[in-house]
Nanobody
Framework: QVQFVESGGGSVQAGGSLRLSCEVSGYNYQLYCVGWFRQAPGKEREEVATIDNYDRTQYARNLQGRFIISQDKAKKTAYPKTLYLQMNDLKAEDSATYYC?????????????????WGTGTLVTISS
């Protein structure tokens, strides 16, 4: 059973930083894509950043430079273990629920629909 434990969300002022974490268990594939997505009220879910088993990263065009995705892998198996998202210079429009997700390696850089498993989300609120 695939499970995610997301943490790190909260409320900060514009210009501040947050670091999200997502502990992954049960996703036992060596070829994979894991990533962060977000959804603001009344808007569609959108990709924030993804990273694959080769540590190749992709970012939403308007977020690159402010957000950094990284991961820890299990030492023996190289399965995904923990996913991180460092968010800097936060803006009011970054307010959303942030979800971590996992899927096949081709899912990186694609639509949210390509991901197979989803966390329950962590809320990020930026005040201006």
């Amino acid at each position: 059973q695939v499970q995610f434990v997301e943490s790190g969300g909260g409320s900060v002022q514009a210009g501040g930083s947050l670091r999200l974490s997502c502990e992954v268990s049960g996703y036992n594939y060596q070829l994979y894509c894991v990533g962060w997505f977000r959804q603001a009220p009344g808007k569609e879910r959108e990709e924030v950043a993804t990273i694959d088993n080769y540590d190749r990263t992709q970012y939403a065009r308007n977020l690159q430079g402010r957000f950094i995705i990284s991961q820890d892998k299990a030492k023996k198996t190289a399965y995904p273990k923990t996913l991180y998202l460092q968010m800097n210079d936060l803006k009011a429009e970054d307010s959303a629920t942030y979800y971590c997700a996992a899927g096949p390696s081709f899912a990186c850089g694609g639509t949210p629909g390509n991901m197979d498993y989803w966390g329950t989300g962590t809320l990020v609120t930026i005040s201006s």
